[in-house]
């Protein structure tokens, strides 16, 4: 089912609950040429969630963060995102009520037992009026999620295995977080949570 939770967020429970294996296969064949790692935020912490990306990729360094078409070291462009995150993107982004939506940027987020993310927003992009897809995949999490403002009051909204959030419109620079992952198993995932967020950043 769908649940509106403020205008332009449509969260879509399960919409991906069959398409599991091959979604994991996707995030595999991605993470095997870009491994997950733990980055670094400009103000000094080492993240507990683990990244990888595809598309156009992020990194960070002193100034912050930024997206960018190529790996800064080697030089190689990142892989290409894999047609069925495309697809499903498009889909999901057209059944929430916005247009035909071609992301270019695709970041992998594994959280372990343990992992969160701390309230943020999400303003590296350039292109804020096309919306975010977020696709949640093995062990269940509390999303939070907030307003424009850091202080106001945040919502906690369950994530499940399957379900595929839209965030677009005037919610697309609310403050919003993921609480501790509790330890667990999934039979397709193992003791992960995957987060998979499709973008257009440039
Ligand atoms: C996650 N990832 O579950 C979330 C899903 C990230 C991140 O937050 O930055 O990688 S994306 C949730 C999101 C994106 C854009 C806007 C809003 C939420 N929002 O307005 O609440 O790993
Ligand atoms: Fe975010």
């Not at 790996?71 to 059944?95: F, V």
């Not at 009051?153 to 965030?167: C, E, M, N, S, T």
Request: contains cysteine; charged residues 20%.
């Amino acid at each position: 089912w769908r649940e509106q939770i403020v205008p332009g967020a449509v969260v879509m429970h399960g919409f991906v609950r069959d398409h599991g294996p091959e979604l994991l296969a996707a995030v595999r064949g991605v993470v095997a040429q870009v491994p997950w790692r733990h980055m670094t935020t400009p103000g000094g912490h080492v993240m507990s969630v683990a990244m990888s990306w595809c598309g156009n990729g992020w990194s960070s360094d002193s100034r912050g963060y930024r997206y960018s078409a190529r790996d800064p070291r080697s030089g190689k462009r990142w892989p290409p995102i894999p047609e069925i995150l495309l697809a499903l993107a498009d889909e999901a982004a057209q059944q929430a009520g916005f247009a035909p939506f071609v992301p270019d940027s695709c970041l992998m987020n594994r959280y372990d037992p343990g992992s969160k993310l701390s309230l943020h927003q999400d303003k590296d992009e350039h292109d804020f009026g096309s919306p975010i897809v977020s696709v949640s995949l093995g062990l269940p999490a509390v999303f939070q999620f907030g307003g424009l403002q850091r202080s106001d009051r945040a919502r906690r909204i369950p994530l499940a295995h399957g379900d595929v959030v839209v965030w677009g419109g005037p919610s697309r620079l609310c403050f919003h977080g993921i609480m501790p992952v509790k330890e667990g198993y999934h039979s397709l995932v193992g003791p992960h949570r995957i987060n998979i967020t499709l973008r257009k950043a440039l």
